[in-house]
């Protein structure tokens, strides 16, 4: 399967997301000269049949949906989330050391593989909120440029550096900016960004993101490697099978959430009521009682989408036997006994019929049982909109490392299969028997 040239739009998007913020951006915009139309949380909503509507929350979700022109039958969802672990630059953002350098005092998000920041350039983006004529303004911003660097210790001053290494983030993971110098250059880079007076700058959410470019690599260009895939590969190939699909009886409905990285419990996470309020905000403004939003999720069906672990190379050990999903060899469906997965015998099929139609292969994954995975969206958001959902994700290597590897042929399996799945629409009866049209 050739998908080099989806490849490459993949890495340009992920390019220009450094941090969830920017990622929402880029959806909207393209979201927009698609001719959607933005929405506000605020305001009211005036829907039409045919339509096509997008809303954000807190500028780092996004939810997209069209509206059938003979009514909602069922809502075919899709979720994937907008951030990756990283350094948050904390609000007092610089301090010295050892009078000669100056510090970026950052802390952690979520959980990322330590050694994979060092001795690399950084740079930072996020969103600066600030005073402007009186209101108070909130951009995106993008520092662009090689600004940082986490320095290793010399292995001659630590002799042990390669035996079980571990870090102090307080102590070991804090970037410097230059030398004394370089103390108050933080503040007016942002403030330059934004087009605004330093004083007038209010408080930021700023991350680090490493400069590595994406790249095609490999003896026959077999696989992809840059920073971000986790998540912004789902991302990507779910807005392209959204955008794509022909028209069905179903409500497609594309939904990118930030916060998964630290467990979602935000307003604007999995866990909060953006998705609920928007789907029950449709039915209302299309005129629909209780009884037809509940019997739309009865019959409706979710995608949760979120990477998946490829068996590793040096260590194929750490994979199930039976369950060892290869890059390039297609979709990967997630299960898990104490449901870290939601996927059920019920939605695993679903998905393997839609994969099927669209000529995608199917592989498995579930952990070995004595090493626990981690979570993800499809059984978070269940709490607040519960539908059959089945959780999935590209196969990679090295998640949350700050450059990641997947296949190149796996993001076009995914928007094949998406396209698929947002052009399908699910009946179901009163035996609990699915019929896919």
Same mark, same amino acid.
């Given at each position: 399967?050739?998908?080099?040239?989806?490849?490459?739009?993949?890495?340009?998007?992920? $390019?220009?997301?450094?941090?969830?913020?920017?990622?929402?951006?880029?959806?909207?915009?393209?979201?927009?000269?698609?001719?959607?139309?933005?929405? $506000?949380?605020?305001?009211?909503?005036?829907?039409?049949?045919?339509?096509?509507?997008?809303?954000?929350?807190?500028?780092?979700?996004?939810?997209?949906?069209?509206?059938?022109?003979?009514?909602?039958?069922? =809502?075919?969802?899709?979720?994937?989330?907008?951030?990756?672990?990283?350094?948050?630059?904390?609000?007092?953002?610089?301090?010295?050391?050892?009078?000669?350098?100056?510090?970026?005092?950052?802390?952690?998000?979520?959980?990322?593989?330590?050694?994979?920041?060092?001795?690399?350039?950084?740079?930072?983006?996020?969103?600066?909120?600030?005073?402007?004529?009186?209101?108070?303004?909130?951009?995106?911003?993008?520092?662009?440029?090689?600004?940082?660097?986490?320095?290793?210790?010399?292995?001659?001053?630590?002799? $042990?550096?390669?035996?079980?290494?571990?870090?102090?983030?307080?102590?070991?993971?804090?970037?410097?900016?230059?030398?004394?110098?370089?103390?108050?250059?933080?503040?007016?880079?942002?403030?330059?960004?934004?087009?605004?007076?330093?004083?007038?700058?209010?408080?930021?959410?700023?991350?680090?993101?490493?400069?590595?470019?994406?790249?095609?690599?490999? %003896?026959?260009?077999? =696989?992809?490697?840059?920073?971000?895939?986790?998540?912004?590969?789902?991302?990507?190939?779910?807005?392209?099978?959204?955008?794509?699909?022909?028209?069905?009886?179903?409500?497609?409905?594309?939904?990118?959430?930030?916060?998964?990285?630290?467990?979602?419990?935000?307003?604007?996470?999995?866990?909060?009521?953006?998705?609920?309020?928007?789907?029950?905000?449709?039915?209302? %403004?299309?005129?629909?009682?209780?009884?037809?939003?509940?019997?739309?999720?009865?019959?409706?069906?979710?995608?949760?989408?979120?990477?998946?672990?490829?068996?590793?190379?040096?260590?194929?050990?750490?994979?199930?036997?039976?369950?060892?999903?290869?890059?390039?060899?297609?979709?990967?469906?997630?299960?898990?006994?104490?449901?870290?997965?939601?996927?059920?015998?019920?939605?695993?099929?679903?998905?393997?019929?839609?994969?099927?139609?669209?000529?995608?292969?199917?592989?498995? =994954?579930?952990?070995?049982?004595?090493?626990?995975?981690?979570?993800?969206?499809?059984?978070?958001?269940?709490?607040?909109?519960?539908?059959?959902?089945?959780?999935?994700?590209?196969?990679?290597?090295?998640?949350?490392?700050?450059?990641?590897?997947?296949?190149?042929?796996?993001?076009?399996?995914?928007?094949?299969?998406?396209?698929?799945? =947002?052009?399908?629409?699910?009946?179901?009866?009163?035996?609990?028997?699915?019929?896919?049209?």
């Amino acid at each position: 399967m050739s998908s080099n040239n989806e490849t490459k739009e993949l890495l340009d998007f992920i $390019s220009a997301s450094p941090t969830c913020f920017q990622a929402v951006k880029n959806i909207t915009d393209r979201l927009e000269s698609e001719g959607y139309t933005r929405l $506000s949380e605020a305001g009211e909503w005036n829907l039409s049949r045919g339509g096509k509507y997008c809303v954000t929350r807190n500028q780092s979700s996004v939810i997209a949906f069209r509206i059938p022109e003979n009514g909602i039958k069922c =809502f075919m969802i899709s979720a994937a989330h907008s951030d990756s672990p990283s350094f948050r630059i904390k609000e007092n953002a610089e301090s010295d050391t050892a009078g000669f350098y100056t510090r970026i005092n950052v802390e952690k998000y979520g959980g990322m593989i330590c050694h994979s920041w060092i001795d690399r350039p950084l740079s930072a983006a996020g969103r600066v909120t600030y005073r402007d004529n009186g209101a108070i303004v909130s951009k995106p911003v993008d520092l662009d440029r090689d600004l940082f660097i986490i320095p290793s210790v010399a292995i001659h001053m630590n002799r $042990s550096t390669n035996d079980n290494a571990s870090f102090n983030p307080a102590v070991d993971m804090q970037p410097i900016s230059g030398s004394l110098r370089a103390k108050g250059a933080y503040g007016k880079l942002l403030a330059a960004a934004c087009g605004c007076d330093e004083k007038d700058i209010l408080s930021a959410d700023m991350f680090l993101y490493t400069r590595e470019s994406g790249r095609i690599w490999g %003896a026959f260009d077999e =696989f992809v490697s840059s920073p971000r895939l986790d998540d912004l590969q789902c991302v990507f190939g779910t807005m392209k099978g959204f955008l794509n699909a022909k028209p069905s009886a179903a409500c497609p409905v594309f939904c990118v959430f930030d916060n998964e990285e630290v467990g979602s419990e935000t307003k604007q996470g999995a866990a909060s009521t953006f998705l609920q309020s928007t789907l029950e905000r449709i039915n209302e %403004a299309l005129g629909g009682k209780l009884s037809d939003y509940l019997s739309a999720l009865a019959s409706g069906f979710m995608v949760s989408a979120d990477n998946a672990h490829a068996v590793h190379p040096n260590h194929p050990e750490y994979a199930d036997t039976p369950h060892r999903p290869a890059m390039n060899g297609g979709i990967v469906i997630k299960h898990n006994a104490n449901q870290r997965y939601t996927t059920d015998s019920v939605s695993s099929a679903v998905f393997s019929e839609i994969c099927a139609k669209a000529g995608v292969p199917v592989q498995h =994954f579930a952990n070995r049982a004595d090493i626990p995975g981690g979570s993800t969206l499809g059984n978070i958001s269940n709490t607040k909109v519960p539908l059959n959902t089945v959780d999935i994700g590209m196969p990679q290597l090295s998640m949350h490392s700050s450059y990641e590897t997947a296949g190149a042929d796996d993001t076009g399996y995914l928007i094949k299969a998406m396209t698929e799945f =947002f052009g399908t629409a699910i009946s179901a009866d009163s035996d609990g028997k699915l019929i896919l049209c």
